[in-house]
């Protein structure tokens, strides 16, 4: 089964380091996203990529994240310095978009990256 | 106003009964409408999609109306595995991709927290 992979899954950090994210794709697909989720506002679009290019990160702040997708099987996000209020669960997801609709009409969501700020 | 809105929830009913999830969307030039569900600690999948003329899916029945920026499902016959948090998912165009073709994000509503009891 393809999937979208993760890493860490968990991840404990103090305030100030530097966290990186990690996400691999499904192979082939062209448009990847990274999301926030929180209780308070739930899910959030922080940036995405169609074609490795980034195409909007307005939902990201610019000062401390910073998304990138070095190659077709690699994007990552990196928070630096990392913040208790970036605490949540850091999804990644893949599609193959074409012409405005995906793929079996869905993206495919990792399993998250579950990080704590202290 | 938020770009997609929904019932906040949390909804508890008994087996078997009916239920309804509302949501709302503020840009008229979204394109396209899903319902995603997700389990606890678990990242979101697609239910189904929503069409214009109405579809449905076994218990679960997905409408849509364009004109009042409305979307919904509903579930009858409730079982306990239908306990979930269940998102409302928006397709909109993006903006106009410099290579030609416009370019689509995926906005979530917070989500409404389904919880079926015995």
């Known amino acids: 089964d393809a999937r979208v992979t993760q890493t860490p899954r968990h991840k404990v950090t103090e305030m100030g380091q530097e966290v990186t994210m990690r996400c691999q794709p499904i192979l082939g697909h062209n448009t990847v996203f990274w999301y926030r989720q929180t209780m308070m506002q739930g899910l959030e679009l922080l940036a995405y990529?169609?074609?490795?290019?980034?195409?909007?990160d307005s939902g990201m702040p610019k000062d401390r994240f910073s998304a990138e997708m070095p190659d077709a099987t690699l994007a990552t996000l990196k928070i630096q310095p990392s913040e208790p209020r970036d605490s949540a669960v850091y999804f990644c997801?893949?599609?193959?978009?074409?012409?405005?609709?995906?793929?079996?009409?869905?993206?495919?969501f990792g399993e998250g990256s579950w990080l704590t700020v202290v | 106003r938020k770009e997609v809105e929904q019932d906040p929830g949390p909804f508890n009913v008994p087996e078997g009964a009916t239920v309804a999830f509302n949501c709302t969307y503020s840009n008229s030039a979204s394109q396209s409408f899903f319902w995603y569900r997700q389990d606890c600690r678990k990242e979101p999948k697609l239910l189904m999609s929503v069409y214009s003329s109405g579809n449905e899916d076994g218990r679960f029945t997905a409408q849509l109306n364009r004109a009042s920026q409305y979307i919904s499902l509903l579930i009858r016959d409730s079982k306990l595995s239908d306990s979930a948090t269940y998102l409302c998912?928006?397709?909109?165009?993006?903006?106009?991709?410099?290579?030609?073709?416009?370019?689509?994000?995926?906005?979530f509503g917070k989500g409404t927290l389904l919880t079926v009891n015995p």
């Open positions: 990529f169609r074609n490795r290019a980034p195409l909007d």
């Open positions: 997801a893949s599609g193959q978009n074409k012409d405005g609709r995906f793929s079996g009409n869905t993206i495919y």
């Open positions: 998912v928006v397709n909109l165009a993006h903006r106009p991709s410099n290579s030609g073709g416009s370019n689509y994000k995926l906005t």
